[in-house]
């Protein structure tokens, strides 16, 4: 059923920031949105373009090798004037990994400490070995936890105040150490969470949906669908990680 309302959805440097398909999360965005009569407009920004954010309601950055994030770093830098408003504007924006990293203070790259965009108080070191794995997340967007896989070798600190994005029930997160993962401050989710993050974890990509629908139309009121498929994957993953299912500890 149509509603006659529609969001627009900016994807920045897909072309250089789209580890384990992390594009992946704009589709999901995309059919979520039309299966709810709701018109999804995806605009890509490209190297040596530059991001419109006015009309914009989400942004999404995916995550990347250091040398590619080494590559659009002076890029998004450019632009962090018109990101930091967006952001203390409401705007919302998921960030993965690499363009999580980013989104901080700086981010340390072999010897040199580049300059992120001070969109959150955060910053990142580096420290061995790589995490990697699979991850399982509980967080406060979400009903179910937040399932995926993580590979990076920063180390993410958020500021004092800083809410993460959830408590570590499997995995790694921001640093190994802190049995956190991700950041949450306003509308912005960054996460270390690919997989893509989005398909398996409905309630994150709704809490998205939802928040940019408040700002733009304020109401973030959305209708269920039908996710028996997207939590059955959910759940099967959990259950691997865990060691539980809905019939009971294995
Ligand atoms: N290059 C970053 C790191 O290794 C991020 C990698 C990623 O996006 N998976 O920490």
Same mark, same amino acid.
């Given at each position: 059923? $149509?509603?006659?309302?529609?969001?627009?959805?900016?994807? /920045?440097?897909?072309? %250089?920031?789209?580890?384990?398909?992390?594009?992946?999360?704009?589709?999901?965005?995309?059919?979520?949105?039309?299966?709810?009569? %709701?018109?999804?407009?995806?605009?890509?920004?490209?190297?040596?373009?530059? $991001?419109? #954010?006015?009309?914009?309601?989400?942004?999404?950055?995916?995550?990347?090798?250091?040398?590619?994030?080494?590559?659009?770093?002076?890029?998004? /830098?450019?632009?962090?004037?018109?990101?930091?408003?967006?952001?203390?504007?409401?705007?919302?924006?998921?960030?993965?990994?690499?363009?999580?990293?980013?989104?901080?203070?700086?981010? +340390?790259?072999?010897?040199?400490?580049?300059?992120? %965009?001070?969109?959150?108080? #955060?910053?990142?070191?580096?420290?061995?070995?790589? /995490?990697?794995?699979?991850?399982?997340?509980?967080?406060?967007?979400?009903?179910?936890?937040?399932?995926?896989?993580?590979?990076?070798?920063?180390?993410?600190?958020?500021?004092?105040?800083?809410?993460? +994005?959830?408590?570590?029930?499997?995995?790694?997160?921001?640093?190994?150490?802190?049995?956190?993962?991700?950041?949450?401050?306003?509308?912005?989710?960054?996460?270390?969470?690919?997989?893509?993050?989005?398909?398996?974890?409905?309630?994150?990509?709704?809490?998205?949906?939802?928040? $940019? +629908?408040?700002?733009?139309?304020?109401?973030?009121?959305?209708?269920?669908?039908?996710?028996?498929?997207?939590? $059955?994957?959910?759940?099967?993953?959990?259950?691997?990680? /865990?060691?539980?299912?809905?019939?009971?500890?294995?």
């Amino acid at each position: 059923m $149509a509603s006659g309302r529609s969001l627009r959805v900016l994807h /920045l440097y897909p072309e %250089l920031l789209n580890l384990y398909g992390d594009s992946g999360n704009i589709l999901v965005l995309r059919k979520r949105m039309e299966w709810r009569g %709701l018109a999804c407009d995806v605009r890509e920004v490209h190297m040596g373009e530059r $991001a419109t #954010l006015a009309g914009t309601d989400l942004v999404f950055i995916g995550g990347g090798s250091d040398r590619e994030q080494r590559i659009v770093c002076d890029e998004l /830098l450019a632009q962090r004037r018109e990101l930091a408003s967006f952001v203390e504007d409401g705007g919302v924006l998921l960030a993965v990994c690499g363009g999580y990293q980013l989104l901080g203070h700086s981010y +340390l790259m072999g010897e040199e400490k580049v300059r992120g %965009l001070s969109l959150v108080d #955060l910053y990142t070191d580096r420290g061995s070995p790589r /995490l990697i794995g699979n991850v399982v997340v509980e967080s406060r967007i979400a009903p179910q936890p937040i399932v995926g896989y993580e590979n990076h070798g920063g180390r993410t600190h958020l500021g004092k105040g800083v809410e993460s +994005l959830g408590r570590v029930l499997r995995g790694h997160g921001n640093d190994g150490l802190s049995g956190e993962e991700g950041c949450l401050y306003r509308n912005v989710v960054g996460t270390y969470v690919h997989g893509p993050l989005l398909p398996k974890n409905p309630g994150v990509a709704d809490w998205l949906i939802a928040r $940019a +629908l408040e700002r733009r139309y304020g109401t973030g009121e959305l209708e269920p669908l039908d996710d028996a498929d997207e939590l $059955a994957a959910n759940e099967t993953m959990r259950a691997r990680l /865990l060691g539980t299912s809905r019939f009971g500890r294995h």
